[in-house]
């Protein structure tokens, strides 16, 4: 009875392992995503450092990024319309801020992540201070390298 007793107590302690595991991998990819969100807004802040946007998104031809100004399609366009000529060559200073926690959503080697935010910045041609408001969702895949962003895809905020 002895036996049985301790194999069913060493099984519980070995099911109980494997359930905490299991928990811990979503919130470790819920956490790691929530840094790539934060890094995406460093990003934008600091366009002029391509770098920290290429730790970000996947950088091939699948990465998508619609806003209303257009659709950008693959990193080249991404890198060279929205980070090159709308960030760093409209404003001096940008600043990006999210008002709302993002809702991160795991679909096994997918995650989708919404927020919204404030962005205030200046234009260099004049000195102007523009200051936006706005929601997004953004897509992530699981590479060999982390988590990557694929897909942007953001408007203005939600008419009354």
């Known amino acids: 009875m002895r036996k049985i007793c301790g194999i069913c107590l060493g099984l519980l302690v070995v099911l109980c392992s494997l359930a905490t595991a299991d928990a811990a991998e ?7 995503i929530a840094d790539m969100v934060e890094l995406y807004r460093q990003s934008v802040i600091h366009a002029d450092d391509i770098h920290r946007a290429e730790q970000v998104w996947l950088t091939t031809p699948q990465a998508s990024f619609i806003h209303p100004r257009g659709h950008e ?10 980070y090159g000529k709308t960030m760093r060559d409209t404003f001096s200073r940008r600043g990006l801020q999210l008002t709302t926690a993002p809702s991160i959503r795991l679909h096994g080697d ?3 992540v919404e927020f919204d935010w404030e962005f205030t910045a200046t234009r260099r041609r004049d000195g102007n201070i523009r200051h936006t408001a706005g929601r997004e969702s ?10 990557k962003l694929v897909q942007v895809h953001y408007s203005g905020p939600p008419a009354p």
């Open 73 to 82: 399609r693959g990193w080249e366009e991404i890198k060279r319309n929205f």
């Open 138 to 147: 953004q897509v992530y895949f699981r590479t060999p390298q982390g988590w």
């Open 110 to 112: 997918a995650a989708v």
């Open 26 to 32: 979503p919130r470790a990819d819920q956490q790691h």
